[in-house]
């Protein structure tokens, strides 16, 4: 939603934020990557590139996957975004980021959060992906330390994890 008020060329804008109403007032073009990280305090997403190549800043926007360093905010007025920080439910891990952490997913940590959005659209598309399918699910997220190898095995085993019929996990569907 958008206030037609502006002052000194700055805008009112409202969205959801990890299930939170925000109301912002920031230049129609701001990048959502610099709204999200100086003026909401979520540092989860990363600069990398800042022209779409990297995925280090990728979130959801009504559940699509985005590069929020190419993304005015203007666009994102009436939307619902998720960012890291807005993945797990309370004080546990989402199985994604269990997956991560048991299986070497991460090491410098830069790519991680964009990983793990990207993983998370993924599985909402594709409960069982194959590894095909997980290098293409990933393949806007660009990682300098793993070598891909442990990122595609975190993929698929939060995906095991997820249809194994004795564990309930319920925070997957964003
Ligand atoms: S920082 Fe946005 S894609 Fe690289
Ligand atoms: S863990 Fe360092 S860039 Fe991916």
Redesign the pocket.
Known sequence: MINLRASHGTTEISFTVNSEPRKISAYPMERL?DVLRLKLGLTGA?????????????VLMNGALV????VPVLQAAGTSIVTIEGLAASDSLHILQEAFLECGGAQCGICTPGMILAATHLLNKKPAPTTDEIREGLSGNLCRCTGYSQIIESVANAARRRSAPAIEHSGITV
């Open positions: 990557l990363k600069e990398g590139c800042g022209e779409g190549e990297c995925g280090s800043c990728s590069n929020s360093c190419l």
